[in-house]
């Protein structure tokens, strides 16, 4: 059974600095790995999506990358701001029990404080 | 384009009472998923269409969930004899078939609150 973690639960930062999170899948056999922003209350923006055959993806202020044999993936945000404050939740895809479904973890709370 | 939309968003409801929710997924995409989340955790599965067709359904969906996708356009997902647990946000997606597996997009969400 695929299980997703993230690491830390929340962060709290001052405006202007970088930061990383992590995300770390038991089963290496993913099709991809996305990560999303969730505002509070609201549904999820999609940020990035790794295809299982890439190494980054970079989009803005954000980059990620994905090592699919150790099964772990980062979040990096330069030069935080206060619009980045959400929930960023991490999800793999694979052929789990014979379909494609995304399995999420529960996500990291940020806060960039002003 | 306005995206996936969802309504209501939010729903108080008393334990006991059916409560029903739809979804209309962005007009050219033959996917659409059901999600539930709750508080503090991630999203999880709980139904998937393409067209008009139920292709998988969650184990998480018990017998008192019902979705259909009777025209292969829009989505309902009921909730029968409502229980205090069945509290989350109800997150609908939709995708087409072209696109790169779990490239879905989501609507905002619907609220359900159980008293």
């Known amino acids: 059974k695929q299980e997703v973690t993230q690491i830390p639960a929340a962060l709290s930062v001052p405006e202007g600095e970088n930061l990383v999170l992590n995300c770390s899948f038991t089963d290496s056999a993913i099709y991809n790995l996305q990560w999303f922003r969730q505002d509070p209350g609201k549904g999820l923006t999609s940020l990035l999506l790794i295809q299982s055959s890439q190494r980054e993806q970079t989009s803005g202020r954000l980059n990620a990358s994905l090592d699919k044999s150790s099964g772990r993936s980062t979040l990096y945000i330069a030069a935080s701001q206060p619009g980045d404050s959400a929930t960023y939740l991490c999800a793999v895809t694979g052929e789990w029990g014979g379909s494609e479904k995304l399995v999420f973890g529960k996500g990291t709370k940020l806060t960039v404080n002003p | 384009d306005t995206g996936v939309s969802q309504d209501p968003r939010h729903k108080i409801t008393k334990r006991g009472q059916n409560v029903t929710f739809r979804c209309d997924p962005i007009?050219?995409?033959?996917?659409l998923y059901w999600y539930r989340q709750t508080l503090g955790q991630g999203p999880e599965f709980l139904t998937y269409f393409q067209n008009e067709a139920q292709l998988e359904k969650s184990r998480l969906l018990s017998d008192r969930f019902s979705a259909e996708r009777p025209k292969g356009s829009f989505s309902t997902l009921e909730i029968q004899r409502t229980e205090q647990g069945d509290s989350a946000m109800y997150l609908c997606?939709?995708?087409?078939?072209?696109?790169?597996?779990?490239?879905?997009?989501f609507g905002e969400g619907s609220r359900l609150t159980v008293l």
């Open positions: 997606a939709s995708s087409s078939t072209g696109a790169f597996v779990g490239e879905l997009f």
């Open positions: 007009s050219e995409h033959n996917r």
